[in-house]
């Protein structure tokens, strides 16, 4: 079995036909094309992360140049999002990696080619690339706090941005708030929930910006079972947690545990563009929930879902990955990215 080099990956990347990209279907669909010197597997990437940088570079795409990935990083990542990228093709393709998910579409745009598809929200969010240093103003994913949301498509149980290892996940990404104290709750994404009327049952990860006190988040945890506080856990912190710009936000997901701050529980990581921290900022858990539960029906919403508030602010660089990361991958990620977003 060949290991995929890069020249392969590229050639996929820019005559591919198909209608989904992701490092899989990349793969698939150039092998269905003719170029068949060369098949995949996961632990040839690997392999090609651990030995040389061609691994950052697949996973890097443009945005290559703005950082790399520790090898154990690379190996449990399973979504990335990644506005160093132009949108291409009308759809987020080369933006938007779903990896281990073989999606059949990509969030894609409106007529005027700037905007994710809202599939029947009122308004759906504008899109703007980074190319450089944003000089802390909003990029990425914007949302303007009362009628902008948009959804992705469906994965496969315990892939891409539902991954999880025993309920166990993270979630990394570049935050900006444009209130430190909304009037009321908003949320910035659900991991498992839809763009309805109506609040669906808790299922799967939120986080929640809360109107308690400047400064607060909250992780939630949905069992699937109703929408009361018996069917969710919500891990807060305290106040002051994040202030108005752009945060390095890493929520490490323990959807078997109520226990929070240590290794291998529920932990809340933020940090501004001038300094990492591994401080735990969770203060308490409310709700009686039982264990995080996934409905392979809903999809990753982002800046509001179902009757939830409007989030007001953007989100940039995404991570999902199937296990919880050390303090120094963590650290790693906002190394190579934090001099984007000043």
């Not at 899989?24 to 269905?32: D, F, L, M």
């Not at 060369?38 to 061609?54: A, C, Q």
């Not at 078997?256 to 308490?284: E, H, K, V, Y």
Request: glycine content about 12%; hydrophobic content about 30%.
């Amino acid at each position: 079995m060949a290991n995929i080099s890069l020249a392969n990956y590229y050639t996929v990347k820019n005559n591919k036909s198909g209608g989904n990209y992701s490092l899989r279907n990349a793969v698939i669909n150039g092998y269905n094309e003719g170029n068949d010197v060369f098949t995949f597997s996961r632990p040839n990437l690997v392999d090609i992360g651990t030995t040389n940088s061609s691994m950052d570079v697949l996973w890097g795409g443009s945005s290559e140049n703005y950082y790399t990935y520790p090898a154990a990083t690379d190996a449990s990542l399973r979504f990335k999002f990644d506005p160093c990228n132009s949108v291409t093709a009308g759809s987020y393709m080369g933006v938007y990696d779903t990896y281990d998910d073989p999606s059949t579409s990509f969030p894609g745009l409106n007529g005027a080619g700037s905007s994710m598809e809202a599939e029947g929200v009122t308004a759906s969010p504008t899109y703007t690339r980074i190319t450089g240093p944003v000089g802390g103003a909003q990029a990425g994913l914007n949302f303007n706090g009362s009628t902008q949301r948009c959804r992705f498509p469906t994965v496969a149980s315990n892939t891409s941005y539902t991954a999880n290892n025993s309920n166990n996940a993270c979630w990394a990404a570049w935050i900006y708030f444009n209130e430190s104290q909304p009037a009321s709750f908003k949320y910035a994404w659900a991991n498992n929930q839809d763009c309805t009327g109506t609040l669906l049952n808790y299922y799967g990860a939120f986080l929640q910006q809360s109107s308690a006190g400047a400064g607060i988040i909250v992780m939630l945890h949905g069992d699937g079972t109703g929408t009361a506080s018996s069917d969710r856990r919500s891990y807060v912190t305290g106040a002051n947690a994040v202030s108005t710009g752009w945060h390095f936000v890493v929520f490490q997901i323990a959807g078997n545990t109520t226990s929070f701050n240590s290794a291998g529980t529920n932990r809340i990581w933020t940090s501004d563009t001038n300094a990492f921290s591994s401080t735990d900022q969770i203060s308490t858990r409310t709700g009686t929930g039982g264990n995080l539960a996934y409905n392979t029906s809903y999809r990753y919403c982002l800046g509001q879902f179902s009757n939830g508030g409007y989030f007001n602010g953007s989100i940039g660089h995404q991570w999902w990955f199937t296990n919880h990361i050390s303090a120094t991958e963590a650290e790693s990620l906002w190394n190579g990215t934090n001099q984007l977003y000043q």
